[in-house]
């Protein structure tokens, strides 16, 4: 089902809420991996992005530059995401503009990546293709702001459901 394309702020806003209410407090790394896997899957399963953002292949695995700038002046990348950091003026309003299929798809993703932790979803995008081929060519431990292709994203999950 198609709605409006979403703010990558309020779907951030949405997972940290969520975890918080389940017990986590996500680093802002695990932040950018489950937002990360909030998109593949996305467009694996409904062929367009949840939200208009796109994600760089940092060394610490694909990184949105927008909830990079959002925290880079009060966060480390392993810093907690406490619920006032948020900066949330109206809850309700806020989440009433998700639509129902996409939180249920946020919280699908929670389910199945929501436990690990942002050192662990790390290791687990850099196993995968997406991450692995935006990088060609860049040593490990080198910068880039290379850009993580959808199009490699959506194919790479699509084969992981049919092989589910």
Known sequence: MRFVVLDINIVANYICLCLIDA?????????????????????????????????????????????????????????QIDIEDLD?????????????????????????????????????THKEDPWIKARVGIPKYERSENYISEDEMKKYYEEMITVE
């Open 88 to 124: 949330i003026v109206d809850l309700e309003q806020e989440f009433l503009s998700i639509p129902e299929e996409a939180k249920e798809h946020i919280e699908n993703v929670l389910e199945s990546y929501g436990d690990l932790s942002g050192v662990e979803l790390e290791r687990l």
């Open 23 to 79: 017990g986590d407090t996500p680093s802002v790394l695990k932040l950018h991996k489950l937002l990360y896997y909030v998109q593949s899957w996305y467009l694996a399963l409904n062929g367009e992005p949840m939200f208009d953002e796109k994600f760089q292949a940092w060394v610490h695995g694909p990184v949105s530059r927008v909830i990079y700038n959002r925290f880079k002046d009060s966060k480390s990348m392993y810093s």
